[in-house]
């Protein structure tokens, strides 16, 4: 279940953190995986009007929901021969190297966005490069951006060098929009805000910064049916490759969610669900259609919903325990469940 009224929350939320900026919405891989149709215009009905996307294809879902006033920045930067497609679908690329920069004005110029890379070696002109563009290359220039390596990481030194790096870029452009901020950026305060937020996992309810608490409330639940409930005897094992060892008599409940679902397999070693609003340890291996977790001492109520619901409050740990992150259980979300959208 996606609760839109959750994501609402956490718009106005990084909306409020920075008061003096304008907060846009990165919806690139179809919005984390959730929808980026139905979240884009969740959030344009919500007051926001500055959309990002990775691939113009993208743009072109996002243009649609958000409607045309909005302004779509397409941030995989500019493919020469993409110019008429781009502009005939009002998408503004986010343009990463002075060869695309000089082919995007060849082939007809117009609004761009720049982007100069101030440490993380990913897409951007370099800062020289930026500080020494000709004036002629800034002709529709509508915003400067740079992207933080390390923001989910407050006290990273990555994160002052890269400021500071930004601030030298911006003396060569006076007058034009800046934004640096990813979500994690947005927590660091306001000297990172700037004129743009461009959070994504905030809005979908993930804490990229993991040592310490954000505001945001989730926005996926996954509700699985119990499809069973048994009673493993001590000494025991649970699951493919025997690798949960029951220390004492259990009661297990067998849930229909499963890696094939998006689950990590290796999420068992130390992942949570929930049975109403007590958190349950995954026990044993995640299968593909299947996931073990240990009720002990919760079998009336676990009888009684028929129910657990994974990721919610528990996404971050269990992400945690698959040594991966939000982000990706986000994007890895399973085809098969059924999307139901709540809190219109
Ligand atoms: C993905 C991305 C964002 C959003 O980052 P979150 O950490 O999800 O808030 C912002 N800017 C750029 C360039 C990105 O690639």
Known sequence: ????????????????????????????????????????????????????TATPDEGVEVRRAAGQASTVFVLNGYQSGTHGFLASHGLIPVISSADS???????????????????????????????????????????VMSHLACSDVPDHPMNTRQL?????????????????????????????????LRPGIGL??????????????????????????????????????ARYTAQNERSVAIAAFGYADGLPRAAWQSGTARLGNIAVPLAGMVSMDLTALDITGHEALARASGRVQFYGEDLGPVAGASGTIGYELLVRLGQRLKREYRGQ
């Open 1 to 52: 279940m996606v609760d839109l009224a959750a994501l609402r929350h956490n718009y106005s939320t990084l909306c409020a953190l920075a008061p003096g900026a304008r907060c846009a919405a990165v919806v690139k891989a179809d919005a984390y995986g959730l929808d980026a149709g139905r979240i884009a215009s969740t959030l344009h009905d919500a007051g926001c009007d500055i959309f990002f």
């Open 101 to 143: 920069l000089q082919a995007f004005h060849r082939e007809g110029g117009g609004p761009f966005a720049l982007h100069v890379d101030t440490g993380m070696n990913r897409l951007g002109l370099t800062v020289s490069e930026a500080l020494d563009l000709p004036a002629a290359h800034k002709a529709g220039l509508q915003l």
């Open 164 to 196: 500071e790096r930004f601030r030298t870029v911006l003396k060569s452009f006076p007058g034009i929009p800046a934004s640096l901020s990813n979500t994690g950026g947005v927590l660091l305060g306001l000297d990172y805000h700037f004129d743009i």
């Open 204 to 241: 979908y309810g993930v804490n990229p910064a993991t040592e310490q608490a954000a505001p945001f409330r989730p926005v996926l639940h996954v509700d699985a049916p119990i499809l069973q409930i048994r009673q493993v005897p001590a000494g025991d094992t649970i699951g493919y490759g």
